[in-house]
């Protein structure tokens, strides 16, 4: 059963990342767009992105690894490793969270970033992610 869970766990965790790398690259270019029929249509992508793959899939991660981490508790939090992953992943719900922020500036059209800010803003789930992946593989401490 541990092995279906943790690819389940990892599948969404998959699906979450790709929307995170997604939508700020939406987010650049609704803040290029001057014309109304693009900026409806990206509230629109945005707002389905979100709602639809990106919550869902951050729910189903979190519960997945939360189950990870039922089925072995005693091996888990033990390993120094495994309490820094988890640091980076509060890390990334707080990106999921500030995404989640951007998106009803948008969809009120008062977004002060500019698209520069977000294409720097759309980097960070990209660290966040080599760190994780370096620190379950490698394990380095």
Not at 13 to 22: D, K
């Amino acid at each position: 059963m541990y092995e279906w869970v943790k690819a389940f766990h990892l599948i969404s965790m998959t699906a979450w990342f790709a929307a995170l790398f997604y939508l700020p690259r939406l987010f650049v270019y609704h803040a290029m767009a001057e014309d109304d029929i693009s900026i409806e249509r990206f509230k629109i992508m945005q707002s389905k992105l979100f709602r639809g793959i990106a919550n869902p899939s951050m729910l189903a991660t979190l519960g997945l690894g939360g189950w990870l981490v039922a089925m072995a508790p005693e091996y888990y939090l033990k390993q120094t490793w495994f309490h820094a992953k988890m640091a980076f992943v509060l890390l990334v719900i707080g990106y999921h969270f500030a995404c989640s922020v951007h998106l009803q500036s948008f969809a009120n059209d008062n977004n002060q970033k500019s698209h520069r800010y977000f294409r720097i803003f759309n980097e960070v789930p990209v660290l966040f992610l080599t760190a994780i992946v370096i620190l379950v593989i490698v394990r380095p401490f």
